[in-house]
């Protein structure tokens, strides 16, 4: 885990990313001007926090009259920590940690994920 992000805590379906560096040229051999990357409509990151989900009501009736150390049930997100993802720039909100940049966007901003181990998708 990046270690300017372990006291955060993400709320929701809220990620956190890194974003990655594009390159610089194009395949033909063009170089790109600085700030023609941040118009691109979708960027790559990799996720660093994950929140618990989507809230989803209790099915009992006085559920919320008794104690319990967590009342809120949650759907979980299909992101996990350390995925590389795609996703819609113009979702995320751009904060700085310590001098490094991070973007955080929810899960519908997520185009799709690539994960190291594909077990766990059922491939």
Do not use: C, W
Not at 25 to 34: A, E, N, V
């Amino acid at each position: 885990m990046d270690k300017n992000a372990e006291k955060i805590v993400m709320i929701g379906d809220r990620i956190l990313l890194k974003p990655l560096e594009a390159a610089s040229k194009t395949g033909s051999g063009l170089y790109l001007p600085p700030g023609v990357r941040e118009k691109d409509a979708v960027h790559t990151g990799i996720v660093v926090k994950v929140g618990p989900g989507y809230p989803i009501p209790s099915t009992e009736p006085d559920a919320f009259l008794k104690e319990a150390e967590s009342p809120i049930n949650y759907v979980p997100l299909q992101v996990e920590e350390g995925d590389q993802a795609l996703y819609l720039h113009g979702n995320a909100f751009e904060i700085e940690i310590n001098g490094e940049r991070y973007e955080v966007v929810g899960q519908n901003a997520i185009l799709l994920v690539i994960r190291d181990d594909l077990s766990e998708l059922g491939v």
